[in-house]
């Protein structure tokens, strides 16, 4: 077979046989045929007109810098692509996969190629991996579903004038959350640009050492802070800052004190923090970037009231009561709605925030607002079982337990799940699923729809936590399958 690198034959192999192919049929020879397979190297003088098609009885020609075996002609892309018409992808795309497999010289690897253009789509999995928000799952699971119709997204139905998108999910957050005022942009890290570039730009925010944080990714505090345009002023140290240091930091050019929640880890032993209250009467607006955006620590939305893993874990509402002038957070996390960033506090700093050019740039658009409005009406019936994160938090581990004995596979096991998407860090809430002796985790990803699961000393561990009841069925038909 021809090479991949090769001009004339890529040329060949998709279809597209222009006359500079004929022209460099017997130009030139490649070294190591010539020294290894000198019976097989033809004579360098040019043949006017030799084309394909008279090359001959010989079999072989060496073509450029490539041996052309004229007896394996590679099949054409359309013809390699109409045979994988059963693999469920539009044609463009089996095309794709055809012209690979083609140039790499491997023609039958098309199918594996299209199955895996398929399997890289997005698609629904179960989470049994018992981290409630998991970042590669797409955090909160949220349930939302719409006609294909129009909304009133920006239209006053009382005046039949231009409204604005704040009115809906935003007005609710607020009014759930105790603030003035809130808007909506498109993720958590947004909602601290816009704060920053709104109304601290070419102006210095101060933040203690300790809470100089690097989210997933590799994006970091000070990373955001120069993009916005304002002037990081460091204070204090790693493990303890005081009241005096950001004293020490104030004058006429700060324009904010930026507290960061450290919701992705804890600092633990010889350690200071100055508190919100506190920081509220130095004089400059107190923003607290909450990121894992727990509502109200009494949580009104749980008949049982907050569950032992949510110790300690600040609240927007209660925040805002200490003296914050804003609060941001995300939507997906504790909130339990969909991905979007939260800005709620004074009406006249929310308001310079939506009217900052950036704003339109971070919005986010109907679907997400719509879903975002079902979240926080929940909230306001104070109905946590209607958000799904909330029930599935908040199932008791006697429960979880009688689940796992009667999927009829694998050995029941209590676990370990966590809240994750860096919310209340090291904290764990006992839970319950079942065990499979070796490691299965990639059979039970084979699956359709796939099974998510973990390991842990020579064992997988599916966790029934985070998997939503209906889904029991397919997590024992899967365990059955890799038994």
């Known amino acids: 077979m021809p090479g991949a690198g090769d001009t004339p034959v890529l040329d060949d192999a998709l279809g597209e046989r222009t006359p500079h192919v004929q022209a460099g049929i017997v130009e030139g020879v490649h070294p190591t045929i010539d020294a290894e397979q000198g019976d097989l190297a033809p004579t360098r003088e040019h043949h006017e007109g030799a084309g394909i098609g008279n090359v001959g009885e010989a079999g072989n020609r060496v073509l450029g810098q490539v041996t052309y075996c004229l007896s394996v002609r590679p099949p054409s892309v359309d013809a390699v692509a ?5 693999v469920g992808l539009p044609h463009p795309l089996l095309v794709d996969a055809a012209r690979a497999a083609i140039a790499a010289g491997d023609p039958s690897s098309a199918r594996g190629r299209a199955e895996q253009l398929r ?12 981290v409630l928000l998991h970042t590669n799952l797409g955090r909160a699971p949220v349930a939302h579903a719409q006609q294909a119709t129009y909304s009133n997204l920006e239209l006053d139905l009382g005046s039949g004038r231009r409204g604005s998108r704040r009115r809906h999910a935003a007005a609710l957050l607020a009014r759930a959350a105790g603030a003035d005022a809130a808007l909506v942009v498109n993720n958590g890290a947004a909602a601290v640009l816009l704060v920053l570039a709104a109304l601290a730009r070419d102006r210095s925010v101060v933040v203690s050492r300790g809470e100089l944080v690097e989210i997933g990714g590799g994006f970091r505090v000070p990373d955001v802070m120069a993009q916005s345009g304002a002037r990081l002023v460091e204070v204090g140290t790693t493990n303890r800052t005081h009241g005096r240091d950001y004293e020490r930091a104030l004058g006429p050019d700060v324009a904010l004190v930026l507290k960061v929640h450290q919701s992705n880890y804890r600092i633990v032993g010889f350690t200071a923090a100055v508190s919100v209250p506190d920081l509220a009467g130095l004089g400059p607006p107190v923003v607290v970037d909450l990121g894992s955006g727990l509502l109200d620590a009494s949580t009104p939305w749980l008949a049982g009231g907050p569950p032992a893993w949510l110790a300690g874990e600040p609240a927007v ?7 914050a002038a ?8 504790l909130l339990g709605g969909p991905q979007a960033g939260i800005i709620a506090g004074r009406a006249d700093l929310v308001e310079a925030c939506a009217g900052h050019p950036l704003a339109r740039a971070l919005r986010p658009g109907a679907l997400v607002l719509a879903a975002l409005q079902e979240t926080a009406l929940a909230y306001l019936r104070r109905d946590g079982g209607a958000i799904p994160f909330w029930r599935m938090a908040t199932v008791s581990v006697e429960e979880l337990r009688r689940r796992a004995d009667a999927l009829g596979a694998g ?29 299965v985790t990639a059979a039970l ?39």
């Open 82 to 86: 109409r045979e994988l018409a059963d």
């Open 445 to 483: 990803r084979a699956h359709d729809p796939p099974v998510i699961a973990r390991t842990r000393d020579g064992q997988t561990l599916l966790d029934l936590r985070t998997v939503d009841p209906t889904d029991d069925a397919v997590v024992a038909k899967a365990i059955a399958l890799c038994m």
């Open 317 to 323: 509402r209660q925040t805002l009561e200490a003296g």
């Open 326 to 333: 804003l609060v941001t957070f995300s939507g997906d996390k």
């Open 411 to 439: 050995t029941p096991v209590d676990t370990v799940a966590v809240a994750g998407a860096g919310s209340v860090p090291g904290l764990d809430i006992p839970s319950a699923g079942v065990a499979v002796d070796g490691d």
């Open 119 to 130: 399997i890289d789509l997005l698609h629904p999995v179960v989470n049994a991996t018992g």
